[in-house]
Every structure is written in structure tokens, then in C-alpha cells.
């Protein structure tokens, strides 16, 4: 068999495994658009998101590096305020932007899932259900964002679920409602993306043209995120990763790769043993 044959079985054996969403149309699936240029960091979304959710306090850990004492999104904070300071030479200022789920349209974290445990709900974001997920961590290792954990308490994963049940009831979710500057912004995707680019234009128009959108079109190997932002420095600065990979490309190719090596291995091993055979 050759190498291009065994690549053709790998991969109609290992089909990509991209779920459509269910009962949501791509352009009205709902997102939040978030805008690090109005972000004052008073936590309120950290908070509302917490109280609504019953999610337990991180402890008062004194980090000693920045204000922020949350540090990053984990199984028990699914909406953290960062805060970076940043010091040049006449001045300092501070970065702060509030992170969340990016509810991906092709999230890794649902493909890698092998209890069916993340699904796409009504209103396409990527939602957890715990009862069935069985604690095998993949998920959390196939997100590049950092966002998805497992909970010290029930071992299960958990992360921002968008409010599905305020949704439901026709509700925005506890974050935006509560966010005082209207950094956080939920609706239609859609629309949220219009409204960003014109922000844009409106913050270079006045001069701060380091403003840009992270995940309103594509970033890395993803298309556009139905969770986005508005920053102005490197993606760096606020923890959110230039390039993010999707574990789940390209992995036919690395799979025969890997069993086209193993055969040759086993070949030279073969040839080897024979060779010292003969000369015994």
C-alpha cells in the first residue's frame, strides 16, 4: 500500500467532525461584542455573572503583579476582568478588557468532547452540559483560548453558558446587563459586527487608530468568533492569542504520517533482524 493510499483511509476513517448549529441560523446566532476602549474595570460583569450563576468565590490570593486577583478564566469565573499596566517612558497606563467564552462557530472543545457532553444550543453558542460530561479534560486541553475548566468541586467542565436560560426567557445576559459603560454588548453576531466596525472608524477618526477587532472576521485557524473584541495594543498584552490553532486540522495527514512512519520502522526492524539472522 502506498503512503497516498493509506492517507485516503485515514482520512475517510477520521472524518472532521464540524457540527452545524442547530435550530440557529449562522447569521442570527447571538454573541457579545466587547469593547476594552470603555472598560473602566469595576468588575460588575465578574460579579453579576457569579451571583446569577451560583458561582462559588476564587478565594482573596493576593497575586502581587496587578489589581486583578481573579487571574483568569476558570471553572468557577467565566466572565475576568484583566487588568495589565502598562509603563512607557513618560507615562503609564492600564489595559483592561473583560474575557469571556468566544462561543467559536467550529469550537475544538465540542469536536474533542467524547461524550457529546458540548453541544450548540438553540441560539448557536456553544453550551456544557455537566451531567453528562465525564471529566476527561479534553476539552480544556483543545481550547487555545484558555477558557473552558474543570471544577475542583464536581470534576466536570464548565464555562460561560451566555445566560441560555436568561435567553429563554428573552433576557440579555447578566454581564451586559450589568456593565455600566456598555463595553459588553449582546445580540445577533450579525449585527454586533456592524456596530463594531463603525466603532472602529469612530476611534480612528479621533485619532486612535491603534484600535482594531480580534475575532470579528477570522484570527488563526478560526472564522469569525461569536465572541469578539475592541482592543489597541498586541493581543498579548490582554492573554488572547495571535495565531490560535484548531487542534482538529490537518489531522488525517498527521495520522498517516504517523502510521506510514510506524510501517517503515517495522520494515527496516524487519530487514535488520533478518540481516543479523543470516549472519548467525
Not at 467565566?78 to 489595559?95: I, M, Q, T
Not at 484570527?219 to 498586541?234: A, I, K, Q, R
Not at 488525517?252 to 520494515?267: F, K
Request: hydrophobic share 35%.
Amino acid at each position: 500500500m502506498t503512503a497516498l493510499e493509506v492517507l485516503d483511509e485515514v482520512t475517510n476513517a477520521f472524518p472532521p467532525r464540524y457540527t452545524v448549529v442547530p435550530n440557529a441560523d449562522a447569521d442570527e446566532a447571538k454573541g457579545f461584542f466587547t469593547d476594552a476602549t470603555l472598560c473602566i474595570g469595576c468588575k460588575a460583569c465578574e460579579v453579576a455573572c457569579k451571583q446569577w450563576n451560583q458561582l462559588p468565590a476564587d478565594g482573596m490570593e493576593f497575586t502581587g503583579y496587578s489589581y486583578d486577583n481573579t487571574k483568569h478564566l476558570s471553572a468557577t469565573t467565566w466572565r475576568h476582568v484583566a487588568f495589565k499596566e502598562k509603563v512607557g517612558v513618560d507615562f503609564g497606563r492600564w489595559l483592561m478588557v473583560s474575557d469571556v467564552c468566544k462561543h467559536c462557530a467550529a469550537a475544538p472543545c465540542q469536536q474533542s468532547c467524547p461524550t457529546g457532553s458540548i453541544v450548540y444550543n438553540e441560539f448557536g453558542d456553544v453550551y456544557v452540559q455537566p451531567d453528562i460530561c465525564n471529566g476527561c479534560g479534553y476539552c480544556v486541553t483543545a481550547c487555545p483560548f484558555g477558557v473552558i475548566d474543570r471544577s475542583m468541586i464536581d470534576g466536570h467542565a464548565h464555562k460561560c453558558t451566555l445566560c441560555f436560560d436568561r435567553q429563554a426567557d428573552g433576557m440579555e445576559p447578566a454581564c451586559a446587563k450589568a456593565c455600566p459603560t456598555d463595553s459588553i454588548q449582546f445580540g445577533p453576531v450579525k449585527q454586533l459586527r456592524e456596530k463594531a466596525r463603525e466603532r472602529v472608524e469612530q476611534l480612528h477618526e479621533q485619532g486612535r487608530t491603534d484600535a482594531y477587532l480580534y475575532g470579528a472576521d477570522s484570527v488563526g485557524d478560526y472564522g469569525p468568533l461569536n465572541s469578539f473584541f475592541l482592543l489597541e495594543d498586541h493581543p498579548h498584552e490582554y492573554n488572547l492569542p495571535v495565531n490560535p490553532p484548531q487542534p482538529l486540522h490537518n489531522q488525517a495527514p498527521r495520522y498517516a504520517a504517523g502510521l506510514v512512519t510506524g510501517l517503515v520502522l517495522t520494515a527496516v526492524a524487519a530487514l535488520a533482524f533478518r540481516s543479523a539472522a543470516r549472519a548467525t
